[in-house]
């Protein structure tokens, strides 16, 4: 194949990817390409929003990565999938729409990463947004390409956590995304009616016809090209062939916090002592690389239901499951248009705190353990989950050879202050599932159930059974300090023409989903890059 030459290649199309892709080509004068390692996204099972439930799982459009075996979780190995398709792990992910908290991002600021404040990034999450149901707030947008709604129904179970939840003086909350993100509430999704609303859906569709953007799929890069410490171009390679893209003024590294830091050490970038024992040439040291990965630590509380109110598989279900398929496709609503990640809320553990520390994601559906989900019965379920772990964990490679995965230590509850925090909040969520407004349902706690009480038997139960939520963080951290990897342009330190884009460039963790956060880091790099380059 004849050398390909581009103004810039975006490496990854996924939440970040495909916002650059569209931002960057906005300009005729600049040529675009955006590689991805996955196929299109043209399944219908990942239109479908109940196909959450599946989506992960798929192997033809996810990466299927496993951690290590977590010292703090009885050595068991963590699923850690990644969208391996057009769009990334929105394309798979629970489709949740949550930004966080505001005082996340002043943390940010506080660290020295100058315009990344809260005042500094609403305006980049309001312009990727088209909010259906808040038209007049000063919180969101209208007009961007990103659709944001409210299930249009939810189940009535959801009723019974709201009164058991306000019963102890929590607030209802409207809207996590408002002024303020405390209390419980039904959540907002990236959806259309009916349907998923991936960042492809949403940036790369509208503009994939333009000629000075290309999309090229299937393609796995090996390496960063890089020559007198400026990134020229990469290597890729398919199953047939093995070739080079060159790029003219950046290359954008968007492959989500697992694949960047793995790219950049696969190019020489990165921790020496780690890249000489496995062969690699340095071409630039920078021992943070890979370092720093955070993620969202929880655990699930089951229930199960004599009552069919809560979503189920069951033999007297079978006619109203005929039902829902009609109402799908006449009017996209019901279980087929739901994420059943319905509604929850965000909780604070010690009213002392400055910001929530607990996520509830409550489902009305019987299901088990990830990786299995689906399961005969009906029920429902309570995640909790720890929002601003201190556990911190890295991403190493095992060589060059780009199919080789990742080595993916999370180092969950590796700090004894995450696992009592976990514990409060499932004692918590306990008290919440016990409540009388769930009596009619006629419901059972089967996991962790009635026997697990003490402290130390929930802490073992987490240790079986705790998960990540698929929010990898920080493994190519932004900074100005020496333990940073991008500087607050988000460009790679000591690396001319080389940028960061993407969740792994987030100094901690934020209190909430980390998708709609990643669309406004690319919002706000689009921005920085057409300054640089005079637009």
Sequence with gaps: MAVKNFDYIIIGAGSAGCVLANRLSANPKMNVCLLEAGPPDKSSLLKLPISVMFAMKHPKFTSQFFSTPQKHLNDRKIHVPRGKTLGGSSSINGMLYVRGHYLDYDGWGALGNHGWSWSNVL?????SENNENYQSSEYHGIEGCLNVRKLDFHNPVAQAYFNSVTALQYPYNDD???????????????????????VASAFLRPVQGRKNLEILTSLEVEKILISNKSAIGVSVRNTKEQFKINARKEVILSAGSISSPAILM??????PDVLSKIGIDIIHPLPSVGENLQDHVSCTIYVKTISKVPYGFSLPLIPKLSWWVLDYFMRRNGLFASNIMECGGFLKTDNTLDYPNIQHIFMPAFRQPPPDMLAYGHGYSLNTILLRPKSVGSIRIKSSDPSDAPIIDLNMLSETEDLDNLITGIKGSRRILNS?????????????GPAVQTDRQLADYIKDNAQTVYHPVGTCKMGIDGEAVVDPQLKVHGVANLRVVDASIMPRIIGGNTNAPTIMIAEKAADMISEDDDF
């Design 436 to 448: 009388k407004e769930f009596s009619y349902l006629k419901p059972e706690e089967f996991r962790p």
């Design 266 to 271: 696969r190019s020489g970038i990165g921790n």
């Design 176 to 198: 996590f995304n408002g002024p303020t993100q405390e209390g419980v509430g039904f959540y907002q999704a990236t959806m259309t009616k009916g349907a998923r609303h991936s």
């Design 123 to 127: 305006p980049y999450f309001k312009k």
